[in-house]
T-cell receptor
Framework: GEDVEQSLFLSVREGDSSVINCTYT??????LYWYKQEPGAGLQLLTY?????DMKQDQRLTVLLNKKDKHLSLRIADTQTGDSAIYFC???????????FGKGTTLSVSS | GAVVSQHPSWVICKSGTSVKIECRSL??????MFWYRQFPKQSLMLMAT?????????EQGVEKDKFLINHASLTLSTLTVTSAHPEDSSFYIC?????????????FGEGSWLTVV
């Protein structure tokens, strides 16, 4: 079945760039998403990328997709303490009927 | 602003009682809504897919008599945890699909914390 894998923890200094990586298994996924979850809060959709794109940039966020290797990454430029959260990547099936999530990467930003 | 609203955000109930969680799409019609459950330090687990006007499709291992889902209108789905027990305490999140086919986007509610005492 589908599976999404992420590293569990990432620690960076304020002002540095953060790169969160994700691998997925379903080659038919048409959409790949990045969500952010702050403590005690629901998920917040950060950005998404279509499977026919290689890169998408949105302000400090850059998403890179390597479809051949089924590898997705999220780069946060100039990371701030407010970026500390859990980041989930997710893939959708072709019908868009469900999202398969990774276990989340906890990003810790130190000042 | 939020496009999917969940209510309540936090609820505490006594063991044996039932509790209802609402999920509303605020400015669009959602023919499909999803209910997830998140255990501490774990990822989301899809519980069921709720289609307006028809019975929900439950994932394997989810008790349909325990977690009643009603999607009576295009903007509202409800999850009722019946005869709640402490092990049902969890974070429940709904999502709603806007659009169809390749052009659809999924929006999440802010989640509901359920504590059963």
């Amino acid at each position: 079945g589908e599976d999404v894998e992420q590293s569990l923890f990432l620690s960076v200094r304020e002002g540095d760039s953060s790169v969160i990586n994700c691998t997925y298994t379903d080659s038919s996924s048409t959409y790949l998403y990045w969500y952010k979850q702050e403590p005690g809060a629901g998920l917040q959709l950060l950005t998404y990328i279509f499977s026919n794109m290689d890169m998408k940039q949105d302000q400090r966020l850059t998403v890179l997709l390597n479809k051949k290797d089924k590898h997705l990454s999220l780069r946060i430029a100039d990371t701030q303490t407010g970026d500390s959260a859990i980041y989930f990547c997710a893939e959708s099936d072709q019908a868009g009927t469900a999202l398969i999530f990774g276990k989340g990467t906890t990003l810790s930003v130190s000042s | 602003g939020a496009v999917v609203s969940q209510h309540p955000s936090w609820v505490i109930c006594k063991s044996g009682t039932s509790v209802k969680i609402e999920c509303r799409s605020l400015d669009f019609q959602a023919t499909t809504m999803f209910w997830y459950r998140q255990f501490p330090k774990q990822s989301l687990m899809l519980m069921a897919t709720s289609n307006e006007g028809s019975k929900a499709t439950y994932e394997q291992g989810v008790e349909k008599d325990k977690f009643l889902i009603n999607h009576a209108s295009l903007t509202l789905s409800t999850l009722t945890v019946t005869s709640a027990h402490p092990e049902d305490s969890s974070f429940y999140i709904c999502s709603a699909r806007r659009g169809t086919g390749r052009g659809n986007t999924i929006y999440f509610g802010e989640g509901s914390w359920l504590t059963v005492v």
